[in-house]
């Protein structure tokens, strides 16, 4: 079965500009959280989507958004960029519930998202 | 405080030891779940091991076993007979209880491992 996948791999943006990362569940889960890295550091929670509504959000500033389709991908926007949001950009899905399985994410590769 | 706290900023083992990193964590919830990931230098995060806030006894996985002490608020992963492969960054990362905090992972800073040949 097919991972978690993202697009792109790497972006390159200017500062102000707006930026879309996507995002593919593995298939069956119906969950997908966003995670943004920093170098250096673990990641910091931004947002989680279940069955297309907003369960979740982390101390980030409204420039971030997201929204979840029916098929359960995922998009994240990223408005007017700034140089501090230079980062590996997760992008982790899960079944939902309680018990191991469920609550387990599998992370994608990651879009590294480079600001100028 | 910090929720998760790894305090091994980066390890040396010899190929075919065992290592043990280490990971205390915070939280006043009674359900909770302790997570072990990898990341590799290509960046992506590879689940390890899981380990419930319920589970009675400690989590394995092949090589990996995680020695949950729920009193002292730990959960060190345990790496036996290391190999090149496992030369990565481990995260040790933390869910809350899931009506208040959802599927939200907080992370620890992380361990760097470079196995020696």
């Known amino acids: 079965d097919a991972g978690v996948t993202q697009s792109p791999t790497h972006l390159i943006k200017t500062r102000g500009q707006q930026v879309t990362l996507r995002c593919s569940p593995i298939s069956g889960h119906k969950s997908v959280s966003w995670y943004q890295q920093v170098l250096g550091q673990g990641p910091q929670f931004i947002f989680q989507?279940?069955?297309?509504?907003?369960?979740g959000r982390g101390n980030f500033p409204d420039r971030f958004s997201a929204r979840q389709f029916p098929n359960y991908s995922s998009e994240l926007n990223v408005n007017a960029l700034l140089l501090g949001d230079s980062a590996l950009y997760l992008c982790?899905?899960?079944?939902?519930?309680?018990?191991?399985?469920?609550?387990?994410?599998?992370f994608g590769p990651g879009t590294r998202l480079t600001v100028l | 405080a910090q929720k998760i706290t790894q305090t091994q900023p980066g390890m040396f083992v010899q190929e075919k030891e065992a290592v043990t990193l280490d990971c205390t964590y915070d939280t006043s919830d009674q359900s909770y779940g302790l997570f072990w990931y990898k990341q590799p230098s290509s960046g992506e995060m590879i689940f390890l091991i899981y380990q419930g806030s319920y589970d009675e006894q400690n989590a394995t996985e092949g090589r990996y076993s995680l020695n949950f002490q729920k009193a002292r608020k730990s959960a060190n992963l345990v790496i036996s007979a290391s190999q090149l492969g496992d030369s990565a960054m481990y995260f040790c990362?933390?869910?809350?209880?899931?009506?208040?905090?959802?599927?939200?992972?907080?992370f620890g800073g992380g361990t760097r491992v470079l196995v020696k040949p």
């Open positions: 990362a933390m869910r809350e209880d899931y009506k208040a905090a959802g599927n939200k992972l907080t």
């Open positions: 989507y279940y069955e297309k509504e907003e369960r």
């Open positions: 982790a899905s899960s079944l939902v519930g309680r018990g191991a399985d469920a609550d387990t994410q599998y």
